[in-house]
């Protein structure tokens, strides 16, 4: 079964544009979470979506969003990026929130 | 609050070792789940194994054993025979409860150095 794939890898951007981050969660999970982790803040919790809808979300500003698709791929976008939104944005799937999930390789952002 | 402590930054072991690395949790929710979870120097988190509030039995994976001490409210990682593969950091986490507001809580984590 394949894992949890996120789409880019890398990606660099400058202070004020906005990025569009991928994930395609295991087959068959319904629910997917978004992470971001920095080295000073840890991992830090930003939303879960469960059958395309929020169903938690972290402490961030409105900048971050996220939806997720009838197929439970699921995007997040950062808009007016901030040198501080530089991280690795990590995706997890499961099979719903109370299960074990199983992450994605990531993707890290770095803002000039 | 702080829902998930993992006290040691780093741990040293020698291969072929036993290691414990240590997590403690704090919530009032009768029903939760505590987990362990790998990342290696890749980034990518792998999970590696899971203990529910309500299991009497201490979780166990290959190598991987949870002493799950629940009026303690700790949760440790024991790795048993740890192999060079093993360096990496480790974090706690927990969920509580089930649907809205039950995020998964995670540690600072602890990085584990195994010496060969």
């Known amino acids: 079964k394949a894992g949890v794939t996120q789409t880019p890898r890398y990606l660099i951007k400058t202070r004020g544009q906005q990025v569009t981050l991928s994930c395609s969660p295991i087959?068959?999970?319904?629910?997917v979470s978004w992470y971001q982790q920095t080295p000073g803040q840890g991992l830090q919790f930003l939303f879960e979506?469960?059958?395309?809808?929020?169903?938690n979300k972290g402490n961030f500003p409105g900048r971050f969003s996220g939806r997720q698709f009838s197929n439970s791929r699921s995007e997040m976008n950062v808009s007016t990026l901030e040198l501080g939104d530089s991280a690795l944005y990590l995706c997890?799937?499961?099979?719903?929130?109370?299960?074990?999930?199983?992450f994605g390789p990531g993707t890290r952002l770095t803002v000039t | 609050a702080q829902k998930i402590t993992q006290t040691q930054p780093g741990m040293f072991v020698q291969e072929k070792e036993a290691v414990t690395l240590d997590c403690t949790y704090d919530?009032?929710?009768?029903?939760?789940?505590l987990f362990w979870y790998k990342q290696p120097s890749s980034g990518e988190m792998i999970f590696l194994i899971y203990?529910?509030?309500?299991?009497?039995q201490n979780a166990t994976e290959g190598r991987y054993s949870l002493n799950f001490q629940k009026a303690r409210k700790s949760a440790n990682l024991v790795i048993s025979a740890s192999q060079l593969g093993d360096s990496a950091m480790y974090f706690c986490?927990?969920?509580?409860?089930?649907?809205?507001?039950?995020?998964?809580?995670f540690g600072a984590g602890t990085r584990l150095t195994v010496k060969p």
């Open positions: 986490a927990m969920r509580e409860g089930r649907g809205n507001n039950n995020d998964m809580r």
């Open positions: 203990q529910g509030s309500y299991d009497e």
């Open positions: 979506y469960f059958s395309e809808t929020q169903r």
């Open positions: 087959s068959g999970h319904r629910s």
């Open positions: 919530t009032s929710d009768q029903s939760y789940g």
């Open positions: 997890a799937s499961s099979w719903d929130n109370f299960y074990e999930q199983y």
